[in-house]
C-alpha cells in the first residue's frame, strides 16, 4: 500500500507539474500537450469499446479527426473567422460513416455511433480549450494567448476533487448517486464546492480578468458539470464492467479518469463565459 502511494502521488506530481508548466508555457507548448492528450484519450476510449464488444471503431482515422479538430479550434484561436480550417474534419467524418458501407462489419451503426460520441464526447471539449484560451479583444481580428482561464478550470477541477474527498471522509452520510458512483455523498459535493469557491476568491485577487462574483459563478459551474462529467465516465464503465479506463498513469488509471470531469466543464465553462459576456 505504501508503495502505491508513493506511485500515486509521483504521477500525480508529475502529471500537474507537466500540465501546468505546458500551459503557462504559451500557446505552442499548450496545443502540442492537449492535441496528444486528445490523441491518446479517444484512443483509450476506441479500446474499451472494442474490449466491450459494442463496437470496432477505426482509433487511427478517429485518432486523427480528434487531433485535426483540436488543432483547427486552436488556429481559429489566432485567426478567427477562417472557418475552411475545418473542412478536412468534415471529409473525415464523413469517411467514418461512409468506409462503413465497404468494410462488411457485424455492427456498422454501432461502429459509427461509438465513433461519433469519440468525438462529441472526448475531441470537441478538448478542441473548446482554445475557445476558452484565445481571446479576441474588440475590433480585432487576432487573438491573444491567456493561459489563466483555461488553467483555472483545471484547478478548480482539481480543488473540488481533493475538497469533495476530505468533505466525503470526514462527513459523508448521503448518497449522491449510489445507483452510478456508491462513494460519492451530498456532503462531499458541498466540501468540494466551497473549497472551489474559495480558490475562485484567491484566483480573482491576482487575476482580476473576471470580476469575483464570475470567478465565483465560473468555480461553481466547473464543479456542477465536473462532476455530472464524473458520473458519466463511472456510467460508461460500470456499463462495460471495467474499474479503470486504461493503465497509462500509474495509480490513476488512464487518460478518461483523469479528464472525465474537464470533458463536461469545459462546454459548460465555454457557455459560462458566453452568457456573462453578453451581460
Known amino acids: 500500500m505504501k508503495s502505491n502511494f508513493i ?4 504521477t500525480g506530481a508529475i502529471f500537474v507539474a507537466v500540465l501546468v508548466g505546458c500551459i503557462l508555457g504559451g500557446p505552442i507548448t499548450f496545443s502540442v500537450l492537449f492535441a496528444i492528450i486528445c490523441a491518446l484519450t479517444v484512443n483509450e476510449f476506441g479500446n474499451i469499446i472494442h474490449k ?3 463496437a470496432q471503431i477505426n482509433k487511427p482515422i478517429n485518432m486523427l479527426a480528434a487531433v485535426f479538430l483540436f488543432f483547427g479550434f486552436a488556429y481559429l484561436g489566432v485567426s478567427p473567422g477562417n472557418n475552411e480550417i475545418l473542412i478536412p474534419y468534415l ?15 457485424d455492427n456498422p451503426v454501432n461502429n459509427i455511433a461509438y465513433s461519433l460520441m469519440s468525438q462529441m464526447y472526448i475531441a470537441l471539449p478538448f478542441a473548446l480549450l482554445n475557445v476558452i484560451a484565445f481571446q479576441t479583444s474588440e475590433g480585432e481580428s487576432i487573438s491573444v494567448y ?28 448521503h448518497r449522491l448517486f449510489e445507483r452510478i458512483s456508491p462513494k460519492k455523498s451530498w456532503e462531499g459535493s458541498f ?24 470567478w465565483i459563478g465560473l468555480s461553481l459551474t466547473v464543479v456542477v458539470f465536473g462532476t455530472w462529467g464524473d458520473l458519466v465516465e463511472s456510467l460508461i464503465k460500470r456499463k462495460i464492467g471495467i474499474k479503470d479506463s486504461g493503465n497509462i498513469l500509474p495509480g490513476h488509471g488512464g487518460m478518461l ?23
Open 91 to 105: 471529409f473525415l467524418i464523413m469517411y467514418i460513416m461512409i468506409s462503413e458501407l465497404y468494410l462488411k462489419r
Open 7 to 10: 506511485t500515486r502521488a509521483l
Open 52 to 54: 466491450s464488444g459494442f
Open 146 to 173: 491567456n493561459p489563466i482561464l483555461p488553467l483555472s478550470i483545471f484547478i478548480f477541477t482539481w480543488v473540488n476533487d481533493s475538497g469533495a474527498y476530505c468533505a466525503g471522509v470526514l462527513f459523508g452520510k
Open 257 to 279: 479518469d483523469r479528464f472525465d470531469s474537464t470533458l463536461m466543464a469545459i462546454p459548460a465553462a465555454v457557455l459560462y463565459l458566453y452568457i456573462i459576456s453578453l451581460l
Open 191 to 214: 466540501g468540494g464546492g466551497i473549497f472551489s469557491i474559495i480558490a475562485a476568491i484567491i484566483i480573482s485577487m491576482y487575476f482580476p480578468i473576471l470580476s469575483i462574483a464570475e
